[in-house]
């Protein structure tokens, strides 16, 4: 509130200044922010620099290799972000008041979340907001939501502590699947030591030299002697599926090949590791109408995707 009061009785503030320079200390550099904010570089530098001097301080020490906040910028940060947080919220519960979600909707996901479920999801919120657009990012690393701009990620595995908001929308269980001509001509396991008489296409992020097997109260490792590694999950069922051998698949991207006869579950009193699946998204006040729209249809697909 104290930036609003200031804005209003002062007319030299300019709110486009205040809002680069918090979106450049957020992003860590002046290219980030100038590409998250839609603008040349030269235009956030010379915001930056009429910001300063008009305040008659330094806010932000620059390097060739990063930035470095001073002591007044901190300050001046810390009450500048606050101010435009509720300033946004002003207009974000106008806007939802007003109007249907739009906009654009910026998303990141695992690469081996599966393409099918992804498809059905964005098909049914597309359908029923067509007005908002939607960025996929897909990528094993751990996006930064604020830093990098990103409305939401999509994330698989256990979280680890952050100020974000998290939701479970499910768990994808991973098991091991064979086509049945690779099962009939190599006969069918009945116990997860015989894995190591088979040919085994192993998806690195599971192990590899060994996968490890829960049924009931027992877990066993079993020693593989590698066939096929690759950390492509798509490639590893493709070679399932071309009877190439066992792999352990998540059963949410296998359904319509098991339905169709293509895969056959092996071992069905067995399973490999259990993934908890998240949506994340920055705390905030005020979800955005787009975002909040989102997440409802997500929850409702990824209750019946993410299931065993």
Not at 35 to 44: A, D, F, H, I, R
Not at 151 to 169: F, H, N, P, Q, T
Not at 260 to 279: F, M, N, T, Y
Request: proline share 5%; with cysteine.
């Amino acid at each position: 509130m104290e930036l609003l009061f200031c804005i209003l009785h002062n007319p030299a503030m300019d709110l486009n200044e205040i809002r680069v320079f918090v979106k450049v200390v957020q992003a860590g550099s002046f290219s980030q922010a100038a590409k998250q904010l839609g603008m040349p570089n030269s235009t956030v530098s010379a915001r930056i620099s009429a910001l300063e001097r008009r305040l008659g301080v330094t806010l932000l020490q620059r390097t060739t290799r990063k930035l470095r906040l001073t002591e007044a910028g901190e300050a001046y940060f810390h009450q500048a972000s606050l101010g435009l947080e509720e300033i946004l919220k002003a207009e974000a519960e106008v806007s939802s008041a007003q109007g249907e979600p739009q906009g654009l909707l910026r998303v990141t996901a695992p690469i081996d979340i599966g393409n099918d479920c992804l498809a059905e999801l964005i098909c049914t919120f597309r359908n029923q907001h067509p007005k908002v657009s939607i960025e996929l990012l897909f990528t094993d690393r751990v996006v930064d939501l604020v830093a990098e701009g990103v409305d939401l990620a999509i994330r698989a595995g256990e979280l680890r502590d952050s100020g974000l908001i998290a939701k479970k929308v499910g768990t994808a269980h991973w098991v091991p699947f064979a086509s049945p001509a690779y099962l009939e001509k190599a006969g069918t396991p009945v116990h997860p030591t015989e894995l190591r008489q088979h040919a085994c296409l192993q998806f690195t992020p599971l192990g590899k030299e060994s996968w490890q097997l829960v049924g009931g109260k027992n877990t066993i490792t079993v020693s593989l002697t590698s066939q096929v590694l690759g950390n492509d999950l798509n490639l590893i069922k493709a070679l399932a599926l071309a009877g190439h051998g066992v792999a352990l698949l998540p059963t949410y991207a296998c359904r319509a090949e098991v339905s169709s006869g293509r895969l056959r579950r092996v071992l069905p009193e067995w399973r490999a590791k259990i993934d908890p699946i998240h949506l994340v998204y920055p705390g905030q006040k005020f979800v955005p109408p787009k975002l909040r729209a989102f997440i409802d249809t997500a929850v409702a697909i990824f209750a019946r995707v993410f299931k065993e």
